[in-house]
């Protein structure tokens, strides 16, 4: 019996179906041609693996509506047509749009204009970036205020965009009217101080993003699905509120059809836009039913950590939302919409809201931490086939190992998994403790569930050794070990305990506790003490906390830390000399010494790979393969022990 059946059910708008109401949101992992910016080969297989795995929506994401001062960074796609350089781009986009529609789902493409946030570096003729008021910006670069003739021909590129997106085959498009595109500058008070007709009140703002969605209903017809992303709020003061967004979607009803609820601004409050794990799910639902009981009738979908299919289908049921959009969840399992609509949830691989694959955007690697086939489908299709099947011999039970075991046994090879340990997990058994972990949890117990179903066979609280390899004489061997915590060269060092005794043994830790080591893991399990009411020092060396965290998880953090500040005190530049009985004697950077007391010291200063063990087995020469993968090569995240698991069971052929 279907469990979710009104998730389930089908959705038309102007004779387009959605077969159910999980549409994806517009994601990046796009890899334009240099030349011509349109999708390649493995962009489309990407986009159709996520078809295929059930979507009702398949949303292609930030397309600039021109190359003369929409786009804000490189590796960017366009859909219009560049006469100068006799790029017609329309054939590639159908190659697009039919990988979506052959498994059922509706294309989607994001058309946006970065407004003041363009670089001229990145448009032809280096064009001057735009937007609501002129200014300089920080980087030296001058903003143009826009005139009546500037909003005319943007107006126009929204709408000659949407055409050709049309033509393409797209049935639905999204304009970007949140997270400090050029749109939402225009509406949010924050950026728009303009006296004239275009500034001021919620109805004068709203007069040049009117005039697009206008022009682009006018140009497409009425056989095209308009949807809007708008934020329910920018989380800045004095901006975008949640009563501007409720009269904003009223003044739409009727010109489009779908309003996706998000909330923050890329620029300001970017963290609210993609949330970390420290903040609630289906975070931007209280906008939605602040918009169905103000009466807007326009489709009302939201986005925002929605991970728990019981709650999608009773905002469905209820009237809450219409559809749910899902953007990492999809990333990390492809396949969620179809495994939760049979009933298979238990299945699906469950986003860890790291958001890597958001920061990698910015640096150019962008990856899922979990799912290390997103991005890869075309490197895939060259998987060598498995000429003989083999005894994989898998030591460590932590991601990287139960990976690696998945893989080798969904290839047919007969796996056997060690570890020392009593229970699976290895380094993420901490998560079993720690409430801003749960994500995390989800996703070793979703390792765990996934080794044990298969035919594998696990022997716990066991060492790898050379009389091991000799009972079991495997064929191929993977290494993953793990790593050892650091212990630093501190006098009274043996006074201190490592980090994970705040989770494995909370009877040791007192009210008053000096944490050195303020990276990412000193950090958050400052956050965690906190909650049981411990009162928590941080002395870290360098002038930096959290350095090691990325650019969309840090100030989610520092927020989280800054709320419990009469907890949570951090000396930055404090080099610890002495751990003594009833604290610790620092310098800080003119070398004076200062003395902290506290109950308990802790420390998290990093790992060291376990190396000797990769070296000790190696040494057997009855092997065919052999390999080690994740911290035991180099302590690192998460993301080295899973991808590298998948790829070394891959390789074993």
């Known amino acids: 019996m279907r469990k979710y059946k ?7 708008i102007r004779n387009i179906t959605f077969r159910n109401r999980i549409v994806t949101t517009p994601t990046g992992m796009t890899y334009p041609d240099e030349y011509s910016g349109v999708p390649d080969f493995k962009t489309v297989l990407f986009y159709e693996k996520k078809a295929r795995g059930g979507a009702a929506g398949i949303t292609y994401g930030e397309t600039p509506v021109n ?58 003729e280096q064009g001057t970036p735009i937007g609501p008021v002129s200014f300089v910006k920080e980087n030296g670069t001058a903003v143009k205020a826009m005139d009546e003739e500037d909003m005319k021909r943007i107006a126009n590129d929204f709408a000659e965009s949407a055409f050709c997106a049309k033509s393409a085959g797209f049935q639905e498009v999204m304009i970007q009217c949140c997270h400090g595109w050029l749109l939402a500058q225009f509406l949010s008070p924050v950026w728009n101080t303009r006296t004239d007709e275009y500034g001021g009140s919620i109805e004068n703002r709203a007069k040049f993003p009117l005039q697009v969605l206008k022009a682009v209903r006018e140009k497409i017809g009425d056989d095209v699905v308009i949807e809007i992303r708008i934020s329910g709020d920018e989380h800045q003061p004095n901006g975008w509120s949640v ?23 890329y620029h300001n409050s970017e963290h609210y836009c993609m949330t970390s794990t420290l903040m609630p799910h ?10 169905k009981n103000a009466g807007v009738k326009t489709a009302i979908c939201a986005v925002g950590a929605n991970d728990d299919p019981a709650e999608m289908e009773r905002l469905i049921a209820d009237g809450t939302l219409d559809f749910v959009a899902i953007g990492r969840g999809t990333l990390a399992d492809s396949d969620l919409p179809r495994k939760i609509l049979q009933n298979k949830e238990d299945e699906v691989r469950p986003c860890i809201r790291c958001n890597d694959c958001m920061a990698g955007l910015y640096d150019g690697f962008y990856q899922c931490n979990i799912n290390p ?4 489908e075309a490197y895939l299709l060259n998987t060598p086939a498995v000429e003989e099947k083999k005894k994989v011999l898998v030591v460590g039970g932590g991601p990287g190992g139960m990976q690696a075991a998945i893989t080798a046994s969904d290839r047919g090879h007969q796996v056997i998994l060690v570890d020392n340990q009593e229970k699976l997990g290895g380094t993420l058994r901490f998560t079993d403790y720690d409430a801003h972990k749960q994500d995390l949890k989800k996703y070793t117990d979703y390792l765990v569930r996934q080794t044990l179903k298969r035919d594998i066979k696990v022997r716990l609280n066991t060492t790898a050794s050379r009389a091991l390899l000799e009972e079991l004489q495997p064929q191929s061997i993977i290494v993953a070990a793990g790593a050892t915590p650091r212990v630093p060269n501190i006098e009274g060092i043996e006074q201190a305990y490592h980090a994970t005794a705040a989770y ?25 003490l906190a909650e049981f009411g411990k009162h928590i020092t941080i002395l870290e060396i360098t002038n930096e906390l959290a350095q090691d965290a990325n650019m969309l998880h840090r100030p989610t953090l520092f927020e989280y830390m800054d709320q419990k500040k009469d907890q949570i005190q951090s000396i930055i530049g404090a080099n610890t000399e002495r751990i003594l009985e009833n604290g610790v004697i620092y310098k800080d950077k003119n070398n004076a010494e200062h003395f902290v007391e506290a109950d308990t010291v802790l420390y998290a200063v990093g790992s060291a790979a376990n190396s000797g063990i990769v070296e000790k087995l190696r040494e057997w020469e009855e092997w065919e393969t052999f390999m080690a993968i994740g911290d035991c090569t180099g302590a690192s995240i998460v993301k080295k022990a899973v991808h590298g698991g998948y790829f070394a069971a891959i390789d074993i052929i």
């Open 6 to 12: 009104n998730l389930a059910s089908p959705y038309t």
């Open 282 to 291: 289906f975070i931007n639902v209280p906008y939605a039913k602040l918009l």
């Open 373 to 376: 086939t997103a991005g890869q």
């Open 67 to 124: 190359n003369v001062d929409a786009i804000r960074r490189p590796n960017v796609d366009l859909i219009r047509p560049d006469f100068s350089r006799m790029i017609l781009p329309n054939k590639d986009w159908i190659k697009f749009t039919d990988a979506i529609k052959r498994h059922g789902a509706v294309p989607s493409i994001q058309l946006a204009h970065a407004g003041l946030f363009a670089e001229p570096f990145f448009n032809q």
């Open 243 to 265: 009563e501007d967004c409720i009269a904003f979607c009223k003044m739409v009803d009727g010109i489009v059809d779908i309003i996706q609820i998000s909330s923050g601004d």
């Open 504 to 528: 494995y043994q909370p009877e040791k830790m007192g009210d008053k506790i000096i944490l050195i080591g303020g990276g990412l893991i000193g950090c958050e399990l400052a956050l965690h």
